[in-house]
């Protein structure tokens, strides 16, 4: 029996393009295919909801996508929450600000009512505590006679009435003007039958299981009329805590699993100043850690004051991030060929401005510290570089980068604990 003959290189050749110009059209069809299914499933669902429920995030613009974002006053922390320049919080989603008491939660609020004014939108606050000043509102920037809507209730029930009533309202009013509705705070709030009850009549866990109806039935309507819904929550002791922190906060599960966004306030040093011979607390130091953030990275934190009658103070802040990440930096951050710096060492400081190629001094700014705000941001044609040097240190390009503003996991804190857990899908942490 002859044995088989041997193709020739070019006949081999040429069968390998047929078959890989085959497995090229068949993929081509099944692709075709594909996308027709896609196009009529999408179709289909559509029509027998009678709305638009399906949508193709190839093409289609995602209804989850954010399509504002209102600043907390604290340029650093719009950053870390959105990654983004004008960035801040989210419209369409639910954010919660949680801390100890004198924390600045309710200050964080006011400044987010004025920015929501400062875009045209409306400003709906609940207060649950009986404790809004009108002044302290005032003096942040807040206008209480326009655009802003203030309700007193106590009850979860009738504030997610409130809230969803009003917002049906706002929007019916305004169609497309920002709307923050801010609820300060969950703790304070009882549910109608503890409200209703006796002193000594147990309602454990009532709370928890109100929040949770609520906010599974009002989620939705944040989301579709495009609303920013903000919470206070206060901190709570559990009981039992053998070790570390062992602070928490109330409500259940709920606001953990509906938030977008939990930003953790922590700090509380007084600020003190000399004033007529006295010395007198003028404000205090905040650290703001985003533990939970599905709109940008999580787990990173800011510093900032917040100064009495004066509101968010951070251009010292601001500086040390900026100058600590052009201390790290192996290549320079240029801006339409110029490369942008903070330099400087001992107390004068200078922001410096080359021509990238020629070296050419374009910008020399000796400024202190303490004068960066007055000296260097107030000044119209010096900020567009520090931006662009906010932009190269606070943005991060992927989720695995190292940065200076990732923060770890407080193992002592049962807040955070808790948050890390939920992230990693309810896995137990584990401690040294």
């Not at 609020?109 to 009108?134: C, F, L, P």
């Not at 206008?143 to 929007?171: G, L, P, Y």
């Not at 703790?187 to 503890?194: F, L, T």
């Not at 906010?215 to 805590?241: S, W």
């Amino acid at each position: 029996m002859a044995p088989p003959k041997k193709q020739q290189p070019q006949q081999a050749a040429s069968n390998k393009q047929t078959q890989t110009i085959f497995a090229s059209s068949q993929t081509q069809s099944s692709n075709i295919q594909d996308d027709d299914f896609s196009a009529d499933l999408i179709k289909q669902v559509n029509k027998e909801a009678g709305m638009r429920k399906a949508f193709n995030l190839g093409t289609d613009e995602a209804p989850t996508t954010v399509k504002r974002w209102i600043s907390t006053g604290s340029r650093q922390l719009d950053y870390i929450i959105s990654n983004r320049r004008n960035g801040g919080l989210p419209e369409g989603r639910i954010i919660e600000i949680q801390g100890p008491t004198s924390i600045g939660k309710s200050h964080l609020t006011y400044e987010v009512a004025k920015a929501t004014q400062r875009m045209g939108g409306i400003v709906v606050y609940i207060d649950t505590e009986n404790a809004t000043s009108v002044e302290n509102l005032e003096s942040v920037g807040v206008d209480v006679r326009k655009r802003f809507v203030f309700i007193q209730e106590t009850c979860i029930e009738e504030i997610f009435k409130v809230i969803e009533s009003t917002i049906e309202k706002a929007r019916n009013l305004k169609a497309d003007v920002p709307v923050t509705v801010i609820w300060d705070s969950v703790a304070a709030s009882a549910p109608k039958a503890e409200i209703d009850g006796e002193y000594d009549q147990n309602t454990i866990g009532l709370a928890a299981r109100v929040l949770s109806k609520g906010f599974r039935k009002i989620t939705h309507v944040i989301g579709d009329k495009n609303v920013c819904l903000l919470l206070v929550n206060q901190q709570r002791q559990k009981i039992g805590v053998l070790y570390g922190d062992p602070h928490t906060t109330p409500g259940g599960m709920a606001i953990p699993y509906h938030s977008s966004v939990r930003i953790k306030l922590t700090g509380g040093q007084q600020l003190k100043k000399t004033i007529n011979g006295k010395e007198a607390v003028i404000g205090i130091e905040v650290t703001a850690k985003t533990i939970k953030n599905k709109v940008a990275r999580p787990w990173r934190e800011v510093s900032f004051e917040i100064h009495f009658g004066r509101g968010i103070m951070e251009s010292e802040q601001l500086f040390d991030e900026l100058r600590q990440y052009c201390d790290k930096i192996s290549d320079p951050v240029l801006m339409d060929g110029k490369k942008v710096e903070i330099a400087g060492t001992g107390a004068w400081k200078n922001l410096l401005v080359t021509d990238h190629e020629t070296g050419e001094i374009l910008q020399d700014v000796k400024f202190y510290k303490s004068d960066f705000q007055s000296k260097v941001l107030n000044d119209p044609n010096l900020l567009p570089y520090v931006l662009h040097l906010c932009d190269a240190a606070f943005i991060m390009k992927s989720n695995h980068e190292e940065h200076h503003t990732i923060a770890s996991v407080d193992t002592s804190s049962a807040a955070e604990v808790e948050a890390l857990r939920m992230e990693q899908g309810g896995r137990e942490i584990l401690h040294d």
